[in-house]
């Protein structure tokens, strides 16, 4: 069983920085790809990035070139580094990695971006 717990949400100002931490039960090295969504009152779970066991990237074009996901397999964790925040990326984030053919979720986390 894979379980994740996230942290580093919470309330910050317009062009401020938020890092979110997703940490798995056990290591990540099986797992096939790691993703960040991101879920705001009455919208559709969207995908905000994702990253492949081999490393490769990809982004919403809302976030482009101000989050950044990443992995310390180490930790057994996956990041989401979040720049330049703006009040319209206020949202619950939540962390899916994905193993085989079976997708697991963390609880969670609220950002709120005020003006």
């Known amino acids: 069983q894979v379980q994740l717990v996230e942290s580093g949400g919470g309330l910050v100002q317009a062009g401020g920085s938020l890092r979110l931490s997703c940490a798995a039960s056990?290591?990540?090295?099986?797992?096939?790809?790691m993703h960040w969504y991101r879920q705001a009152p009455g919208k559709q779970r969207e995908l905000v990035a994702a990253l492949t066991s081999g490393g490769s990237t990809n982004y919403a074009d809302s976030v482009k070139g101000r989050f950044s996901i990443s992995r310390d397999i180490a930790k057994n964790t996956v990041y989401l580094q979040m720049n330049s925040l703006k009040p319209e990326d206020t949202a619950v984030y939540y962390c899916?990695?994905?193993?085989?053919?079976?997708?697991?979720w963390g609880q969670g986390t609220q950002v709120t971006v005020s003006s």
């Open positions: 056990g290591s990540i090295f099986s797992i096939n790809a």
């Open positions: 899916n990695v994905v193993r085989g053919p079976v997708g697991y």
